[in-house]
């Protein structure tokens, strides 16, 4: 079983900058790969990030490329989600997730994708 504890969410204002943790349990979490998603109101969920356990292959969704960076330290069971340039439609609550193997397949951005999740941290942009 892994247990995900996601923090950092909070209240931001357009254009300021804010950085997700995700902290896992167990004592494998390299050879988890790891996503991030959000979940705004009245809207399915959507992937944002994702990364292999060795940080050689990270995706992004293009509403997110070139402003979020993902990133792991697998010494601290820890993946991180950056967001820079944040816009109010950023706006949502961010969970991460894991999925049981070391490398991300085709169906990276599919929730369906991933084993484990965290509870969701919230994420508000003001204008």
């Known amino acids: 079983q892994v247990q995900l504890v996601e923090s950092g969410g909070g209240l931001v204002q357009a254009e300021g900058s804010l950085r997700l943790s995700c902290t896992a349990s167990g004592r494998t979490f390299s050879n988890y790969a790891m996503g991030w998603f959000r979940q705004a109101p009245g809207k399915e969920r959507e992937f944002v990030a994702a990364i292999n356990w060795s940080r050689a292959n990270i995706y992004y969704a293009d509403s997110v490329r070139g402003r979020f960076t993902i990133s792991r330290d697998n010494a601290k069971n820890t993946v991180y989600l950056q967001m820079n340039s944040v816009k109010p439609e950023d706006t949502a609550v961010y969970y991460c997730?894991?999925?049981?193997?070391?490398?991300?397949?085709?169906?990276?951005?599919?929730?369906?994708?991933?084993?484990?999740w965290g509870q969701g941290t919230q994420v508000t942009v003001s204008a």
């Open positions: 997730a894991a999925k049981i193997v070391p490398y991300l397949s085709d169906y990276y951005s599919l929730s369906g994708n991933y084993d484990y």
